[in-house]
């Protein structure tokens, strides 16, 4: 309670709201994406569902759309500002690597999973019956045909893959390319690792379709396997590389909560203090 009540904490909290805020609108704007593409694709009286017969066309074209959806907010102005993680287990993992703060990560993963459940709970509101039915069911993640293990070993190797690809491209002199990277990864593991578990890598993004669905039989899956896969992949990449800044889009143009850059700092002594790599996006 005395930390709570300390002036450092509570400046600390008001001064990186604006962040908060925007992870709670990322990742909500992100579900509210899933919801009606996949309502466009999926639902039978949908006008496309109609037209492509073939279930597989469907799901890529699904991972398209949520994949342009990823780059489009993490090179948005707001995700630029929050570092764009839109997943408590990209936040742990850096807030394990000493990249975030205590403070910082528990208001993320908080922020993440109400945003991530307001989303879910605005579609239902706008897309009513074609988001609940069946063919849709509030984009649950279920595992697959393929039983509960398969589908964490599939959850726990596609979330080691992206934050592997996140540590080794941000500190890289293809830095300004990891939202790029990111987007190109969501599209594929949805056309193909999906069948196998859903496709989540987020466990927020799985607690937003699974709180108002009222499904949790295999909810501990999106819980575990995600962190356990971001932080085996942190473990390989620290072994022989620096880390740098926790946001995947460093912009010269925006302040960082993270390693303390401000657009007013010098370019020269911002990457010296952070040893982050800047882009000018």
Not at 49 to 70: K, S
Request: aromatic share 10%; charged share 10%.
């Amino acid at each position: 309670m005395k930390i709570a009540n300390s002036p450092k904490f509570v400046d600390a909290l008001r001064g990186h709201l604006p962040e908060y805020f925007i992870e709670a609108w990322a990742l909500g704007m992100f579900m509210t994406s899933a919801a009606a593409f996949t309502v466009l694709f999926e639902y039978p009286q949908s006008p496309l569902n109609e037209l492509i017969h073939n279930a597989g066309m469907r799901r890529v074209l699904i991972g398209i759309a949520m994949g342009l959806t990823a780059v489009l907010l993490i090179y948005s102005p707001w995700g630029q500002r929050s570092g764009a993680h839109m997943n408590p287990a990209v936040t742990l993992t850096f807030w394990r690597m000493g990249k975030v703060s205590t403070l910082d990560a528990m208001c993320y993963v908080i922020a993440q999973c109400v945003g991530g459940v307001l989303g879910v709970y605005g579609a239902v509101v706008f897309l009513g019956n074609a988001f609940t039915a069946p063919q849709v069911n509030y984009v649950v993640t279920m595992p697959g045909s393929h039983g509960l293990w398969i589908a964490f070993i599939a959850e726990l190797i596609i979330s080691a893959l992206m934050m592997l690809m996140v540590l080794r491209v941000t500190t890289s002199r293809y830095a300004k390319y990891t939202g790029l990277f990111a987007g190109m990864l969501v599209a594929l593991f949805i056309s193909i690792e999906a069948p196998l578990s859903g496709m989540s890598m987020n466990p927020a993004r799985s607690l937003a379709s699974a709180l108002p669905a009222q499904q949790w039989s295999a909810f501990w899956i999106y819980l575990i396997a995600p962190l356990l896969g971001m932080q085996f992949a942190a473990m390989m990449h620290h072994a022989t590389r620096r880390v740098g800044c926790a946001k995947l889009i460093h912009s010269t143009s925006q302040r960082c909560i993270h390693c303390g850059y401000r657009p007013e700092a010098t370019a020269v002594t911002a990457p010296q203090q952070s040893g982050a790599t800047y882009s000018e996006g």
